[in-house]
């Protein structure tokens, strides 16, 4: 079992670290999101808190086994990476997102505020189809065969998990104590964006950085996907932060 754990975001599966864990060249843990592989499991509410509380049951387990761990995150993952680390430090070693914070100045994309409101997420949903989410994943910048994978997973479960997540966070709104608890955060932290990012400007990520101590690794030119169009980079920038 890998002391490394790399938790994915929204919309996508584990299958988004392909590239990134090519570059490594090593085993590492990439846990699906329930609801994102299948089914959610019963009993399962999709609210941004389950989702935390299961993956603190995932650190504890794999701490068990190996020790503190390094995480990484991405999108929804890297918010749930920030939550658990600041919710259970003392299992982390270190800690690196991509393309997402926890930033209390803001407000949400575009798509999320959609997501977050009654009826008209619904609707969304219920007109997007497969096909047109391995378009959007091209132009994003995912190789063909990836972006139809992660397109493949666009169903129902999928679909009724992101809205559940997104309405239980305001639309990525935060307050209270998934902010407050920030200030337990490993010292170790890695902030990586790409500066075409159009979810996640890189002036919030780069707040963030240094508001909590985090080193700031910029992508050129990258977008939201910049682990899949950078692999190579960010592999380089992640070794080096493990080392340190």
Sequence with gaps: MSNRLLLHGVPDTPAIWGPLIAALGETVAVPCLPGFCGETPAGFTCIKDAYADWLVALMDAQHAAVGPLDLVGHDWGALLVLRAASLRPELVRSWAVVGGVLDPEYRGHRIARIWNTPVLGEIVMALSTPRMMARMFRQSGLPAELAAGEAAAWQAPMKRAILALYRSANGLCFRGD?????????RRGLVIS???????PLDTLSRFAQRHG????VEQDAGHWSLVERPQSIAAALREHWMA
């Design 214 to 217: 985090a080193s700031l690794h």
């Design 194 to 200: 790409g500066t075409q990012d159009p979810y996640v």
């Design 178 to 186: 998934w902010i407050e608890r920030l200030a337990q955060l490993p």
